[in-house]
């Protein structure tokens, strides 16, 4: 079963591993393609002014998503440390 | 190093291959690896570098010589991937697809693989032309990480070099695989990604339709693919001279099903 936690949620400073991404279509391609892929780790390390974006560290790159678009993104933030 | 830029030829193959000595590389890679200062490198140009996004908003060209052979190489946008999400993405994929490059170089940067090997697939699946450039290998070597670049190799099935290109580390090497890849002297064997059997078998009933469509130069497995993706833009890109009989608008209005 998938924790119904979503990257939107975690704190910044926190670290979490992507269990699922629920949404479909080009704009699932865009996440994956971003490197947002299933079993990848990934730090929320900022957050703007307006709490909207929220920049995270994937794959060696920092990347800002709406939180729109990391709610889309299931997380799993056992063992992550 | 003589500096030049030209007008690329849409149609590379057109001349006998025997007495070619012009040949067109297209450089492909993520934002921010390096790319144009590998342009820069090879071409002898001063075009700017610098790490924004989008910064190279159009494809720029250059020409170097090596070993008697003249190579106009196109620096297109740094983008993640090859899916038209953006003018970038767009301007790099048709560019690739349709302009039909002699060899498509992807620069990578040696301190986050994982993540350019996303493009490189990508790559892979449009053309098997293809040679890896593994750039920031100095940077990596700060960061104690090591690149097989042999390994990589093999696992991709095409040439992998390791570069340094602010230092110039790796340049010379990169030369002469392009041009024992031109010559011939090198054949690739990429690795596919193969899909799961319901994909597969819809590639497989919608691929052999496309021939009358277009002409036997282009990927049509690839075409295939981001049809079932539902990109049927994609038609209005692939370019026309080839296409006497093409029923644009057929396609367009049922979309790829009707292939089917």
Redesign the interface.
């Known amino acids: 079963m998938h924790s119904s936690l979503s990257l939107a949620d975690i704190p910044v400073g926190s670290s979490a591993r992507i269990t699922s991404i629920v949404t479909i279509g080009p704009n699932r391609r865009r996440l994956l393609d971003l490197g947002l892929v299933p079993g990848s780790r990934v730090d929320s390390i900022r957050r703007s002014p307006a709490g909207n974006p929220t920049a995270y560290w994937i794959k060696g790159t920092v990347i800002a998503l709406r939180n729109e678009d990391a709610s889309q993104i299931l997380v799993d933030t056992r063992g992550v440390f | 190093m003589t500096v030049n830029c030209h007008i690329v030829s849409t149609e590379p193959g057109k001349d006998n291959p025997t007495v070619r000595n012009h040949f067109i590389i297209a450089l492909a890679g993520n934002p ?1 690896v390096g790319k144009s200062t590998v342009f820069n490198r090879l071409t002898g140009m001063k075009q700017h570098t610098g790490n924004w996004p989008g910064k190279t908003v159009i494809k720029a060209e250059g020409t170097f010589y090596h070993r008697n052979r003249r190579y106009t190489l196109v620096d297109l946008p740094g983008t ?2 090859l ?1 038209a ?1 953006s003018a970038d993405e767009q301007v790099a994929r048709d560019f690739i697809c349709f302009s039909r490059p002699d060899i498509t170089l992807v620069v990578s ?1 040696a ?2 693989l ?2 350019n090997l ?1 493009l490189v697939l990508q790559v892979l699946e449009i053309t098997s032309q293809v040679v890896l450039c593994v750039n920031l290998m100095d940077e990596a070597k700060r960061k104690r990480i090591q690149v097989d670049t042999e390994k990589l190799a093999q696992e991709l099935g095409i040439p992998v070099v390791g570069t340094a290109a602010r230092s110039g580390q790796g340049l010379n090497r990169l030369k002469n695989v392009l041009g024992d890849m031109v010559d011939g002297k090198i054949v690739t064997s990429p690795r596919c990604v193969v899909y799961d059997q319901e994909l597969e078998s819809l590639v497989q009933q919608i691929e052999p339709r496309l021939a009358i469509y277009m002409p036997n130069w282009v990927n049509r497995r690839w075409v295939a693919l981001r049809l079932l ?2 990109e049927f833009n994609l038609l209005n890109h692939i370019p026309h001279n080839a296409l006497m009989d093409y029923p644009r608008g057929e396609i367009k209005e049922d979309g790829a099903l009707c292939l089917l």
Request: proline residues 0%; glycine residues 16%; negative net charge.
């Open positions: 921010n993640y991937s899916h999400g940067d301190t986050c994982e993540r996303n993706e539902g």
